[in-house]
């Protein structure tokens, strides 16, 4: 019987072993991958979800890592984190700027408790940020689930596409009243996927 796994793809941020212990800590097989691990060989891993990591670059640069953007059409729950999630938008047709305000640390987020990342979340959630980029426009299709004083954009969601995004780094700051439980809460969204 094949094993159900996570890919967490290394975009070269400084928490991606930690991403691939709290996935571990749900329960859940993970493997780390490369960005610059063929599409083909993700198909071949028949992953039940897909992370993209942070990382130290600015997506719009041209010679910043990147991935094909085949990988939101195979269906499956993919979750962005801090650059993970600049690059989401900015492959999908959002806008990624350099921000008015880097914040760095502990930081109170404000989250939209109708959303499938953050029911029954405090309205008002401490989260770990650490970036000098922010999303000035979302893409298409995607809707604001969480937002702070300097950034307006910490979290987003396309249901639809299983594709979720957040600009806070959940592996950094566990527990039961911050966004560690956000590994929970992306596992549990991979049980409905193909």
């Known amino acids: 019987m094949k094993r159900e796994t996570v890919v967490v793809l290394d975009f070269g941020g400084q928490y991606n072993q930690l991403i691939a212990r709290r996935v571990r800590e749900c329960n859940v097989y993970c493997e780390i991958y490369s960005y610059k691990t063929d599409i083909e060989k993700i198909k071949e891993i028949q992953p ?9 670059n600015s997506c719009y640069e041209p010679d910043s890592p990147t991935y094909t953007k085949e990988i939101f059409e195979l269906g499956i729950p993919i979750l962005g984190i801090c650059y993970g999630s600049q690059l989401m938008m900015h492959l999908l047709g959002g806008k990624v700027e ?9 930081i109170e987020v404000n989250v939209d408790n109708n959303s499938k990342l953050f029911t029954d979340v405090s309205p008002k ?10 999303i000035s426009k ?20 396309n249901v639809e596409k299983k594709l979720y995004a957040v600009q806070f780094h959940p592996e950094a700051c566990p527990g039961p009243l911050d966004s560690g439980y956000l590994f929970d809460r992306f596992m549990d969204m991979m049980k409905g996927a193909k």
């Open 125 to 134: 959630t401490i989260c770990w940020m650490s970036h000098n980029d922010y």
């Open 138 to 157: 979302v893409a298409p299709g995607f809707a604001i689930s969480a937002w702070t004083n300097d950034c307006p954009v910490a979290a987003v969601e």
């Open 48 to 56: 039940k979800g897909i992370i993209f990591t942070g990382g130290p």
């Open 98 to 106: 350099k921000a008015p305000v880097r914040e760095y640390g502990k």
